[in-house]
């Protein structure tokens, strides 16, 4: 077994200022005067864990606990203050369904792009766009601007990107909320297939329901700490038995 | 990450640049009637108002005005619609900087080389006047895209500089417009530099836009190949702008997140 993921105490503080300085007058006047003041927000503290190759793991927790910070911490878009994340292998972030999509272009033109954005040659999309098109279900309407496409088609499209190029992780961020029923199945049935091919799945969510039914294992943080690690069902329960008593 | 790791980075997604180039290209003229056309007619048509204000208005004593005026004109539009397009690249693509890594001066970079593809279309507008002003050819006019090289550089340094600006100070975008009218102004395009008193010109000189056009100029319009220290100052300036502009955007990089 390898690590494809190693995080290492992993810290994220993020500084705010006070007040936002937006104009470069402000930030001088406040500079001369030193009263850029500052306060610190923890949003990761001293978080470890690893993910081996073939492993499916959910991040969960409440809203504001992290999780989407050491998300970003893993795909490079962020670098951590404190700490280290060791990604061994490719990433095929699972973007927010569309989010690299230009409207004015082509179904055809998008497919091409977006694989671009991903890090993919122009070569590698074309031998893989019949399957892309013909996966998406958008045969017909691959000629025409994504601007009119409903954002059941923009999803479709996204989807079959990402899980058609070759990436040793997938992560995906609570993007399967939208689709239809019969979209969501095919997107489960292609996540197992993926898992079944070896593929690292990194997932976050939290629908606890959703993550049983894919992951094997549960990360749950709060406020940026590690609340527990270990079996889905477990963390899941506990994780729920921990929000109902918050209610209280 | 250092700026070593950045670099091979963006190495490995060149392809993305080239991506990025075409989307440009494509969306540019889609939807217009004359297409790709218009490339080559905008600045025929620049030129002949300019032609007509500043022969009547203003006039100056220049041979071959109508070529004097659209080389100035093309390095100087270049210039202009390249830095601006660039100071937009990261603000505008911020939804996607968010989700997924991608080395970040890709953006800048690639506006400035599709501003620079239609650049080299409207060179076609440059030939046309040189045919019509039957300017005699020359061998040493194949040395144009020298200093077009030049201002690639150039304007890529200042793109990035801009870019990474504008997302911490949006006071940026607001003030570079004036500034492009003072360089405008600053630069010889539709007047001779022998037209200001020589205090003003040392200064003028020293602007590597000038520099660049100069060296353009000197080829298409007379054939004549320029001294060795015009063309090293254009290199020089051009070179060591496109690298501060690299180290002070690496530089800059890593807070975008914060105010994206």
């Known amino acids: 077994m390898s690590n494809m993921i190693e995080a290492n105490n992993v810290s994220m503080h993020f500084i705010m200022e006070q007040e936002r300085t937006n104009t470069l007058k402000e930030y001088m006047v406040k500079l001369v005067r030193r009263k850029l003041r500052f306060s610190r927000f923890t949003a990761l503290d001293n978080v470890s864990f690893n993910i081996q190759r073939g492993e499916s793991v959910a991040l969960i927790g409440q809203n504001g606990s992290g999780k989407s910070t050491m998300l970003k911490i893993i795909a490079g878009v962020m670098d951590a203050t404190e700490g280290s994340v060791r990604v061994n292998g490719s990433i095929a972030p699972l973007i927010e369904l569309g989010a690299g999509f230009d409207p004015d272009l082509t179904g055809r033109e998008n497919v091409y792009l977006n694989g671009a954005l991903l890090g993919h040659k122009h070569r590698y999309m074309q031998e893989n766009y019949d399957e892309i098109v013909s996966y998406a279900e958008l045969e017909q309407f691959i000629d025409v601007p994504v601007r009119s496409y409903s954002s059941g088609m923009i999803a479709r499209l996204g989807f079959s990107i990402a899980t058609h190029v070759q990436a040793d992780i997938l992560v995906v961020d609570e993007v399967l909320a939208v689709g239809d029923y019969n979209f969501q199945r095919k997107c489960n049935q292609r996540m197992s297939r993926m898992l079944k091919e070896g593929k690292t799945l990194l997932f976050v969510s939290h629908d606890t329901k959703l993550v049983k039914r894919l992951c094997k294992r549960a990360i749950w943080l709060d406020h940026g700490h590690l609340m527990a690690d270990g079996p889905a069902r477990e963390v899941c329960d506990a994780y729920r038995e921990w929000m109902k008593g918050q209610e209280q | ?260």
């Open chain 2, 1 to 260: 990450m250092g700026i070593i790791h950045e670099v091979k980075m963006t190495v490995r997604y060149a392809h993305l640049i080239g991506e990025l180039v075409k989307r440009d290209l494509k969306l540019k003229y889609r939807r217009s009637f004359l297409g790709y056309f218009w490339s080559l007619l905008n600045p025929l048509m620049m030129m002949s108002v300019m032609m007509v204000v500043f022969s009547y208005m203003f006039r100056f004593n220049i041979e071959n005005y109508p070529l004097y005026l659209i080389c100035g004109q093309t390095v100087f539009n270049f210039f202009n619609e390249s830095t601006n397009k660039a100071m937009y690249a990261i603000l505008e693509n911020a939804p996607l900087l968010k989700k997924v890594y991608v080395p970040k001066c890709v953006f800048p970079l690639a506006r400035v080389l599709s501003c620079f593809t239609t650049m080299a279309l409207s060179l076609l507008a440059v030939l046309i006047v040189m045919i019509f002003t039957r300017v005699q050819f020359h061998l040493s006019m194949l040395l144009f895209f020298v200093p077009l090289v030049f201002l690639l550089f150039f304007a890529s340094g200042v793109g990035m500089i801009l870019s990474g600006l504008a997302v911490k100070f949006q006071d940026v975008t607001h003030l570079y417009g004036v500034l492009t009218m003072v360089l405008m102004y600053a630069t010889p395009i539709f007047y001779p530099i022998e037209a200001v008193p020589e205090s003003v010109a040392r200064f003028i000189r020293l602007n590597p836009l000038y520099s660049i056009i100069y060296l353009f100029r000197e080829l298409m319009l007379y054939g004549r190949i320029p001294p060795a220290p015009n063309w090293l100052y254009a290199a020089g300036a051009s070179l060591a702008m496109f690298v501060l502009g690299s180290l002070l955007f690496d530089h800059m990089r890593k807070d975008f997140i914060y105010y994206i």
